[in-house]
């Protein structure tokens, strides 16, 4: 299994490009179940996630190929293939975004729940009642959601969870929606910039959406769809992970092809710490005072801070000059990165869904481990700052979520060795 050695204690310097947004690029890959002819997209990164849902895909009678300019071509061939398998859902989540396409333009799907999740319980009952609710039977039988439905019918379906709206689930009803019957009215709809991005690939493909991107998405069901050019936007959470790097090595980094307005949130906490980030024409250029300000940090629903990078500003803040507070309220579990981090020097107290992180002086260098995407890129920043070497295991994890994580931060004087055992 590949490890990173890294040794820390260099300041990045340089500039880095930001890949296309994971969390845009697969659900997109999956409305293309819905399209006729061929769609091409540009930007999709080269991650594990996606080439994992180039299988599934693969297994329900699409094509899909990449261009020798990084395009992924893909073509429906055969639409006999309903069942989204456990073996290959139980490693994605994502994966769940293959409902609502199987749905609109097979008329049924075979998709296996989930199960569990390192960051925590995450249901997916907003995704099945949307179903429900645009006229499918669904029926649980040994772990897989069936549905069917002989039409979908437009209908007003609200989204709001105990945690805020869901954003695969947005993702799932809209995608079913457009091929449905008449009008529907998504209320209290997740607001991300993937969402966005979706309903703008549907439009480009024939679709009637209007709202995308805030909190109430209107479809108006067209009958078909068709293929089209797309470009994905680029990674809010890769570009928030790289400028956390530039400010934790105490560096400077210009990130190109990334859009600071959908970091908003992230920006405002990383100044209030004392990060100094200026907007240039395609990007930004990041650096840090030497002293980082202690701050409190809520996770919320888009606009908010984003969940996805909660582990990576805590491991910021571990060197803070001052005592911090970040309170998890999307997933009140995600912190499997507290212990490890602890491992390394840190002083971080978890109370339920809210840890308090007592600045340290520095971080040491300790053998760690990988748990889930979000928590190994925190190891990542926290390796690059410790003085001595970080060993951190099970990087598969990172290999989800980031593309060439390791080449892109040694190209801006990053120290990282990936090994095999
Ligand atoms: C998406 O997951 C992202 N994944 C996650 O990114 C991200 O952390 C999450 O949204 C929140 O922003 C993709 O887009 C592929 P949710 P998703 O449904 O859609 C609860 C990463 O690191 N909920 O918005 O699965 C749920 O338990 C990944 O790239 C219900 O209660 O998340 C959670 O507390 C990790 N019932 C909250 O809503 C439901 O039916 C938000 O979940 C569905 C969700």
Redesign the pocket.
């Known amino acids: 299994m590949d490890y990173f050695q890294i040794n820390g204690g260099n300041r990045l310097k340089g500039t880095v490009t930001i890949s296309g947004a ?2 845009a690029a ?2 997109i890959m999956a409305a293309t179940l819905m399209v006729d002819g061929e769609t091409v997209l540009q930007g999709v990164p080269d991650l594990i ?1 996606v080439r994992h849902m180039c299988k599934m895909l693969n297994k329900l009678g699409v094509q899909t190929r990449r261009d020798d300019d990084g395009g992924l071509r893909i073509t429906v061939t055969d639409e006999m293939n309903c069942h989204a398998e456990y073996e290959l859902v139980r490693q994605m ?2 994966s ?2 293959l409902m609502g396409p199987l749905l609109a333009k097979r008329k049924k799907a075979q998709v296996a729940l989930p199960g569990g ?1 390192a ?11 949307g179903m429900e609710a645009l006229g499918a039977d669904s029926e649980l039988i040994s772990g897989d959601i069936h549905l069917k439905a002989k039409k979908l019918i437009g209908s007003e379906i609200f989204l709001g ?11 799932n009803i809209m995608m079913a929606a457009t091929l449905a019957q008449g009008r529907t009215i998504l209320e209290s709809a ?1 607001c ?1 910039p ?1 969402i966005t991005d979706l309903g703008d690939f549907l439009i480009a493909c024939g679709a009637q959406i209007s709202g995308q991107g805030t909190p109430r998405i209107t479809i108006d069901g067209v009958s078909s769809l068709r293929g089209c050019e797309y470009a994905i936007i680029p990674d809010r ?1 890769e570009t928030g992970t790289f400028m956390i790097a530039a400010a934790i090595t105490n560096g400077e980094l210009t990130l190109q092809n990334c859009r600071p307005q959908h970091l908003l949130a992230v920006i405002d906490r990383l100044r209030r710490v004392g990060v100094i980030i200026e907007r240039q024409d395609d990007g930004v250029v990041v650096s840090s005072a030497r002293r980082l300000e202690p701050v409190e940090v809520s996770t919320q ?2 606009p908010g801070f ?3 990078l909660q582990a990576q500003i805590s491991a910021l803040l571990c060197l803070a000059d001052g005592n911090s507070m970040v309170t998890e309220k ?3 579990d995600r912190f499997l990165h507290v212990a490890e981090l602890n491992r390394m020097g840190a002083r971080i107290r978890k109370e339920s869904a809210t840890v308090m992180i007592e600045g340290v002086k520095r971080l040491v260098g300790a053998p760690v481990m990988a748990s ?3 928590a190994s890129a925190a190891l990542v920043l926290a390796g690059l700052v410790a003085k001595g070497q970080t060993q951190l295991d099970r990087i598969y994890h990172i290999d ?2 980031y593309e060439q994580i390791e080449k892109k931060l040694n190209a801006v004087g990053a120290d990282i060795a990936r090994l095999s055992e």
């Open positions: 994971k969390n697969l659900p996630d989540r994502a769940v975004c999740c960051i925590g319980d995450r249901p997916i009952s907003l995704h099945i009642s969870g105990p945690f805020g709206s869901t954003v695969t689930g947005t993702a997740a991300e993937e959470i629903p888009y984003p969940t996805d999307i997933f009140p889930d995407l979000r989800r979520g």
